[in-house]
């Protein structure tokens, strides 16, 4: 029990806040020739089990901006590991059902991992591609990360992610 208790502890520790900013995108490709003006938002996730949500884009059509922040909770061998990612899926917004606009795997290690000089509290920017649903890259995401020492959320305690706005009070 007591190793348990010290594992937990240990786990704690090593606990980081990973905060990922989506920015906008540029150049999407409209899945349908029914849509009049894309409106778009998009989803983000470490686990899918807790994927998070942009507010919807009205204005921006083909080249949206959400602006929106997302916090994880991740661990330091989460982020060592050169394959861990945020993926995001990109909507349009439909009459019956929305449609994929395109996703993005947003690899860790080639922003934020020790291997490239990541302070704690200083943001990395980057554009990625977007892979739309045929396999074809068509447009641009920008995100940007930042890591931050786990301790310093205490609200967010019990949570594995959450949408700035909820933090903050921001009603949808």
């Not at 905060?19 to 938002?41: C, D, F, V, W």
Request: aromatic share 8%.
């Amino acid at each position: 029990r007591e190793r348990e208790r010290e594992r937990e502890t240990h786990m704690e520790k090593e606990t980081l806040v990973l905060e990922i900013n989506l920015i906008s995108a540029q150049g999407l490709k409209t899945p349908s020739a029914n849509l009049r003006r894309m409106q778009t938002y998009a989803l983000a996730w470490v686990d899918p089990s807790a994927k998070l949500r942009t507010l919807v884009d009205r204005v921006g059509g083909e080249n949206p901006t959400w602006n929106d922040k997302f916090i994880f909770r991740v661990t330091s061998d989460f982020l060592s590991r050169e394959t861990s990612a945020v993926s995001v899926e990109i909507y349009a917004v439909g009459y019956i059902k929305d449609q994929l606009v395109g996703t993005v795997r947003f690899l860790l290690s080639n922003c934020i991992s020790a291997a490239s000089g990541a302070r704690i509290g200083t943001p990395a920017f980057t554009a990625v591609q977007i892979r739309r649903p045929s396999g074809r890259f068509h447009g641009v995401i920008n995100i940007a990360a930042t890591l931050f020492d786990g301790l310093d959320f205490a609200a967010f305690t019990g949570l594995s992610a959450v949408c700035f706005r909820d933090l903050i009070g921001v009603s949808r």
